[in-house]
């Protein structure tokens, strides 16, 4: 049996932006905690938190720099891999990317530079500035590469030119593209994720050094503000999950009931599984626990309402099933247990015994592993349903690879970059490991702050003076 260069092709590229997608989540969600860890210094005038926002810059620069250089790769890919498909999406994809270029990542790596090794060279508002500035263009990045692969989803805003292999997506309206029927719920949807990510990878290193009674008043002020932002967005990805599942169910129905396992229409409403296991041979789910008419209810607000099934589309228009649904659901469970953990941890605060409960302590410093796990498979749920088509009722994904292309050189890239991707991940690890056991400077070390004029920079809460090492006493 010979190699299949279209699976061959996937799984190269499944690896390519696996590995890429460990990175831009998380310089996200610092970025959004780094900016109201600066804001605060400036408003309280408590170096502590100057002293975490010097720490968790340094680690959002290791993670910016590791994810710049895994996406190039990606983009090359397009062009050896998928040379079909460029073709027919490089009018719509060259706009967006062109614009996530501009827009984004001119800005971020532009003020990256005074982010990092700015501190004592520009003026704390400039300083702020900066980093306000890093964390809008690691946002805008997401935006326009959510905006290119939801085009794939739900495409809008094109007409086709050519025909047969020569046919090509034209891009006739830039703001339908932007905005198509899947693009701002996705969205929605990504950046709370990579804000949980942020407060849960702020939470485990902070956990980590309450454990072991090290910079205690860093890691518990660190942790506080963690916990705030991973409990709200926690919660609100609920509420973006459910209104992103009904805009599935309205524009790609195959794709939810895979995710759901609704091998068949009925007419009474149709299950929610909160387990089991799709068989695609006899065209149920086994061993699964479904909850009557919940599907049709969350979709619909009607529990009687049938929601289309498998059976609606043909055989080689379905998604894989299993992969699928498991996916799916697994993404869904870590959901509430992000929720209900980060709800039991703010209980735990509000009760003000959080830092001497060792035992929840510890779920957090591997709790951290849940938010990467469901970014990865939030993403694999994803393009699992899209399939059997690279673009979405347009082009199918075995018609989108290059023909030039042998399976064996693929092969040879997969077996070549999985070596590459490991000796990275291992540095990576190496670097954060570092860092993290070396921790935050100490207050004393923080070089003294310098006298750049007045303002809110300079303003002490309550209408207190403030002596330029932070102190709250009153001035002589």
């Known amino acids: 049996m010979g190699l299949d260069v279209v699976l061959l092709s996937r799984v190269q590229f499944a690896l390519t932006i696996m590995f890429h997608y460990i990175f831009p989540p998380l310089t996200i969600g610092l970025g959004i905690l780094m900016v109201f860890m600066e804001a605060m210094y400036h408003k309280t005038r408590d170096r502590q938190y100057e002293a975490m926002a010097r720490f968790w810059t340094k680690i959002f620069a290791v993670n910016f720099a590791l994810g710049v250089a895994s996406g190039i790769v990606m983009e090359f890919q397009f062009g050896t891999n998928w040379s079909t498909y460029s073709r027919f999406v490089g009018d719509i994809f060259g706009s967006a990317l062109a614009a996530e270029g501009i827009f984004a990542f001119f800005l971020e790596s532009g003020f990256l530079a005074v982010l990092v090794f700015g501190w004592d060279k520009v003026s704390p508002g400039m300083h702020l500035f900066s980093t306000i500035m890093v964390s809008l263009g690691s946002i805008f990045s997401a935006v326009w590469i959510v905006i290119a692969n939801s085009w794939q989803q739900t495409p809008a805003g094109y007409r086709i030119v050519g025909e047969g292999s020569a046919a090509r997506a034209e891009l006739t309206d830039f703001w339908a593209v932007v905005f198509n029927p899947s693009s701002m719920n996705r969205l929605g949807h990504v950046l709370i994720g990579a804000f949980i990510l942020g407060g849960f990878f702020v939470m485990s290193i902070a956990a980590y050094y309450i454990l072991r009674k090290r ?123 992000f929720i209900a953990l980060t709800l039991l941890a703010a209980f735990f605060l509000w009760r003000r015994i959080l830092f001497e409960t060792r035992w929840l302590l510890w779920i957090f410093v591997f709790a951290v592993i849940g938010p990467y796990l469901a970014n990865q498979l939030g993403w694999l749920a994803a393009e699992f349903g899209r399939q059997p088509w690279i673009v979405y009722g347009l082009l199918r994904t075995s018609d989108g690879v290059s023909k030039s292309v042998p399976a064996s050189h693929v092969l040879g890239s997969i077996v070549l970059f999985s070596i590459v991707y490991l000796l990275l991940f291992l540095i990576w690890i190496y670097v954060m490991d570092r860092k993290i056991r070396q921790g935050p400077e100490e207050i004393a070390e923080l070089p003294p702050e310098k006298l750049r004029g007045k303002g809110f920079f300079l303003a002490a809460a309550g209408g207190r003076g403030e002596s330029m090492t932070g102190s709250s006493e009153p001035r002589k």
């Open 215 to 337: 910079h205690l008043d860093f890691a518990k002020k660190s942790f506080t503000i963690a916990l705030v932002v991973a409990t709200v967005f926690s919660l609100l990805q609920l509420v973006s999950g459910h209104d992103q599942a009904q805009t599935v169910a309205a524009t790609q129905p195959a794709k939810m009931a895979a995710f759901e396992g609704i091998y068949r229409t009925t007419q009474d409403g149709a299950p929610l599984y909160l387990f089991g296991v799709p068989n695609n041979a006899k065209e149920r789910v086994g061993g699964g626990l479904g909850v009557p008419g919940l599907l049709s209810f969350l979709i619909s607000g009607d529990a009687s309402r049938p929601v289309p099934g498998l059976d609606r589309f043909p055989r080689e228009d379905w998604p894989p099933v299993p992969l699928t649904f498991q996916t799916y659901h697994a993404m869904v469970a870590l959901g509430f247990f």
